[in-house]
């Protein structure tokens, strides 16, 4: 008698296609886990900020007087009105309905006509604060107070990290690139998370840089790594020492759950993937690629040109097919092909990332 289990289905659709699903996932998923915000370099001195959005909550960080990075809610404590708008740099948060202020730290310092009110507190007002993470020069936010740190989700992460780049507390982006794409932000981070699609869709990837064939992915912690080994490096674009230092000729990647992934290209090259849903149907992607004052700005344009034009192009027609699958009546979820030697071929690292959206979405 056969006693195997059957192989493991996709999820239903519906996890992709129902608005309710969506709106948990924005109480839910979006509110517990640790997402990108920004990058340390974006908040040199006292007084700069910028704002962001996770989870349809408007948010911002700043530096405080004390060089702190804090992050709050963008919402004013009287009324309700948004407070910031961009970024930029301020030396006291003033809203722009009844022009209460609050210093950098987030607590209230003046509004007109207050002291006129018997009992009011002013020492009892402040910003809503939430957790913010600075994870090798990348500022993390959770809306969940009690999130465990970074480094417990995604263990060695950082550690492995600023071995591959040995600048990296150095890094500031260098160019941001901006991808829409018409299909729910899981099918799109669940096309990033296996290389069974590279060889008959990335003919510049799979031929390109990595060697196919020894591309794997397995999780650590909440932590999806891709490894791979490397093509002939002397036929790449851009000129690499591979001698510069332990992994200059090496390429990596760390999708941190649920929405960012740090990649390393041979040549200490860190550039980055973070997703940020519109609705349950449409998210933006966007690839962001950093070096130091003294990187050769030319070589990241062409590198974020190249990647833009071959496997980001060649994805979104793949998620975007995708998507209009899973709203089809015809559309039965097939069996994940979980190969149990791993490797490029199989589908175990989705089997892992659709654990974790059925324990994050319990509907
Ligand atoms: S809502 Fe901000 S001052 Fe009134
Ligand atoms: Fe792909």
């Known amino acids: 008698m056969n006693n195997l289990s059957p192989p493991m289905r996709s999820l239903e659709a519906r996890y992709y296609t129902d608005a309710a699903i969506y709106k948990a996932e924005l109480l839910g998923v979006l509110a517990q886990t640790w997402q990108f915000a920004g990058h340390a ?99 993390f936010a959770n809306l969940d107070p009690l999130a465990k740190p970074m480094a417990e989700w995604y263990p060695n992460v950082a550690e492995e990290l600023s071995a591959f780049v040995p600048d990296l507390e150095r890094l500031e982006p260098i160019e941001w690139v901006e991808v829409p794409e018409h299909c729910n932000w899981k099918v799109s981070v669940e096309n990033y998370s296996e290389c069974y699609h590279c060889q008959l869709n990335h003919p510049t990837f799979a031929n390109g840089i990595v060697k196919a064939k020894t591309y794997d992915i397995q999780p650590q912690g909440y932590c999806l790594r891709h490894t791979t080994e490397c093509q002939n490096l002397d036929k790449m674009s851009y000129p690499i020492d591979v001698n510069a230092n332990e992994f200059a000729g090496h390429y990596s990647s760390w999708f941190l759950w649920p929405m960012m992934s740090f990649q390393v290209y041979p040549g200490n090259i860190l550039n980055t993937y973070h997703w940020r849903p519109v609705d349950h149907e449409n998210v933006i992607l966007y690839r962001g690629w950093f070096g130091t004052s003294d990187s050769d700005k030319s070589t990241l344009h062409e590198l974020a040109v190249q990647d833009r034009e071959t496997t980001v192009a060649e994805d979104i027609q793949l998620v975007e097919s995708v998507q209009r699958g899973l709203n089809s009546r015809g559309y039965v979820p097939g069996p994940l092909v979980v190969d149990p030697k791993c490797g490029v071929s199989s589908e175990h690292s989705i089997k892992v990332l659709q654990g974790w959206i059925r324990e994050s979405v319990n509907v």
Do not use: M
Request: proline share 4%; with cysteine; hydrophobic share 35%.
């Open 41 to 139: 370099s974006q908040l040199n001195k006292p007084g700069d900020y910028f704002c962001f959005d996770i989870a349809g909550e408007s948010l911002f960080c700043i530096k405080t007087k004390e060089n702190e990075i804090k992050g709050f809610y963008n919402v004013c404590q009287h009324r309700a009105h948004q407070l910031l708008k961009g970024d930029g740099n301020t030396a006291l948060l003033v809203c722009p309905y009844h022009a209460w202020s609050y210093e950098l730290s987030g607590q209230l310092r003046s509004g007109p006509n207050i002291k006129s009110v018997p009992g009011f507190d002013k020492q009892s007002i402040c910003l809503t604060e939430i957790r913010i993470e600075i994870f090798c020069g990348f500022l």
